[in-house]
Structure formats: structure tokens, C-alpha cells
């Protein structure tokens, strides 16, 4: 059994615990509970399941309402495990660990947020597998689940089935994403404008977890700015034949200084960023446009279509023309 009703709604189901943080409450309420049927109808339908008897309430003491409980959490579409303070994800309720294993068993998506990787790790969900969860936890993590690879660098890690997310804000970056992964890159982008975020950050925890560096003497230093501009450049020029030459100078750095700050700040190189960019604009024109392919390939930097096929499929997994199919008829 599903938890679809007779609309097809996709319920998404947030386990809650006494004392959860307000912040990692409030996101997947404001990503999945409010009504936008303006651009997918149907929309998620929120269910709040209490993890544990009640009354529940927040770390600020806000009373949360939970008409939904352990029964129901199997017969959701999406299980998310929110965060909690540690001693209680490290000794979870065994109801809400059997749930949670039981909804995968179901072929349930989970999600965990921040701390939540515990409960998900105790269910067995993560053994072998990459995970992520705040990088102050991460060594505590990996110390209590062996079997699990942690990686404190990334915003979130999506092993399809079961996703994980790193701390705090980094859980507006993983419910876009779902979204994202649902409904299409130009939907979950109008949902960040509507919440005055990005609609993907760069990088990763590194980039916060790192203490602030001195920043160097004189003009290459960047005059503090940062690589911001010269990425706010690049994105307004993707259909040039950009080159990592073009993109120091628009940062005012050395070639050599601009890649060696892009893979500290990014984690990644500027070509591969380059490529993500023109993929992530490729699939808002693919879902939002009705622009021939060729035409796609050029707006983007490609240049030719099988370029422009070459890459797509590399990076979001699916041909062009199958993600135009499969999303199109969903942007508005």
C-alpha cells in the first residue's frame, strides 16, 4: 500500500521526538506542507507522525501536533527523521527504528536530517554506504557505526533510497532537492524564490566547518569579494566558450590562486563546475521551454547536441529528451 490517496498526493511523512530542533521542523513544513498546488497539483501531503508517546514539543518548548504516529509512518511515500539532540537519536525508540526499517523494507524514500543519520544508521539503512550528517558529529558517528562510510564534506548525500543531510542549513538543501528529484529543477527553483534562498549552494560543510583564513596582502587577494562575482559572471555567459583564464580574471586572481580557492571553497574544479551550471540551465529549458535541442545546446554552451546529449546523461543520469518528457508537462 502506497500512502497516495485518490488524487495521487505524495505523502511525506516527518517522525518527530521530544525536543527536535524549531529550525528542522519548520523547513520541511515550508517546503511540504504548504499548499502549492499553483505548481503541482497535487502537491505533498505532511503528515506529523509522533516518534514517541506525547506531548511533544520543540527544543523551545512549541508544542507539536501529531495526529499521525508510528502505524502510519510504512505507508508514506517519503519517512523523514528530523534531527534531535544527541542522546536521544543515539538510543532512538525501537517502535520508531522498526518503522523507519519497515518503511524502506516497503520501498519507502528516507530521509534523515542532520542528527537524524543516527536513527536511520540504527536501522541498519546505512551499512556500507556513504552518509553525512553535521560535521560536528561526524567522528561520533563513525565511531558508533563502524560499517558506515561518514563523510563530513557534502550538504546532503543521495543514495536514491536513502538520503542524508549535513547540519542545519543545509536541510533547505536537501528538501529542494527532493523537490528537485519529484517535480523538476525550474519547480523546486520557483519554491526557493518563494523562500528567498538559492535554489543550489555550492561547495560543502567544509567550506563552514574550517576556521576563517587571514586573507592575503594586496589586489590578488580578491578584495574580499570572494568567488561570488566571477560565478555571477560565468552564469550570465554560459553559452560562451568560457575558460578557467576568463573566470580568474573575473575574480582579479592568478589562474593558478582562482582553482586552487574554487576547489577549497567548491570542492570541485571550475571546468566541473562549468559543466554542472550548463546541465542545471540545459534541464530549465528542457523543463520550461519548448526550444529544440540544438537550440538547448547552444544556449548552454554545449554548442552541438550531441555534446550537449554527451554530458546531460552523464550528469543527470537520462538523455534530454527523456527529462523533457518526464518533466515538462509539470512547470508552469
Not at 541498519?124 to 554506504?129: A, E, I, P, T, V
Not at 518563494?194 to 578584495?223: D, I, K, L, T
Not at 528542457?286 to 546531460?312: K, M, S, W
Request: overall charge positive.
Amino acid at each position: 500500500m502506497s500512502g497516495r490517496g485518490a488524487d495521487d498526493r505524495h505523502v511525506v511523512a516527518l517522525a518527530v521526538l521530544d525536543g527536535l530542533p524549531t529550525f528542522e521542523l519548520a523547513v520541511p513544513c515550508e517546503v511540504f506542507g504548504l499548499d502549492r498546488s499553483d505548481l503541482v497539483d497535487p502537491w505533498y501531503e505532511l503528515r506529523m507522525c509522533a516518534g514517541e508517546p506525547g506531548p511533544l514539543r520543540t527544543a523551545h518548548g512549541l508544542l507539536v501536533p501529531t495526529p499521525y504516529g508510528l502505524a502510519d509512518i510504512p505507508e508514506a511515500d517519503t519517512v523523514i527523521v528530523a534531527a534531535c539532540h544527541l542522546d536521544r537519536v543515539r538510543n532512538p525508540p525501537a517502535g520508531l527504528v522498526a518503522a523507519v526499517r519497515r518503511a524502506h523494507a516497503l520501498g519507502r524514500r528516507i530521509v534523515s536530517l542532520c542528527a537524524g543519520v543516527y536513527l536511520v544508521a540504527a536501522a541498519g539503512l546505512l551499512d556500507g554506504r556513504r552518509a553525512t550528517t553535521h560535521w560536528m558529529h561526524a567522528d561520533d558517528l563513525a565511531r558508533r557505526f563502524p560499517a558506515v562510510e561518514v563523510d563530513p564534506g557534502p550538504l546532503y548525500v543521495d543514495h536514491g533510497d536513502v538520503l542524508t543531510s549535513a547540519g542545519t542549513g543545509s536541510v533547505i538543501d536537501l528538501c529542494l532537492h527532493l523537490v528537485r528529484a519529484d517535480h523538476g529543477a525550474a519547480v523546486a527553483n520557483e519554491v526557493a524564490r518563494r523562500m528567498v534562498v538559492p535554489p543550489h549552494r555550492e561547495g560543502g560543510q567544509v567550506q563552514f566547518a574550517r576556521p576563517p583564513r587571514r586573507p592575503a596582502a594586496g589586489p590578488a587577494a580578491g578584495g574580499g569579494a570572494g568567488l561570488a562575482p566571477a560565478l555571477d559572471w560565468a552564469r550570465a555567459r554560459l553559452e560562451q566558450p568560457l575558460t578557467v583564464a576568463e573566470l580568474a580574471r573575473a575574480a582579479g586572481l592568478g589562474e593558478r590562486t582562482f582553482a586552487r580557492r574554487f576547489r577549497e571553497t567548491l570542492g570541485t574544479t571550475p571546468l566541473q563546475w562549468l559543466l554542472q551550471e550548463r546541465v542545471r540551465l540545459a534541464q530549465e529549458l528542457l523543463e520550461t521551454t519548448d526550444v529544440p535541442i540544438e537550440r538547448v545546446a547552444h544556449r548552454t554552451g554545449f554548442g552541438t547536441a550531441p555534446n550537449l546529449r554527451h554530458h546531460f546523461r552523464r550528469l543527470a543520469g537520462v538523455p534530454p529528451a527523456t527529462y523533457r518528457e518526464a518533466f515538462r508537462h509539470r512547470a508552469r
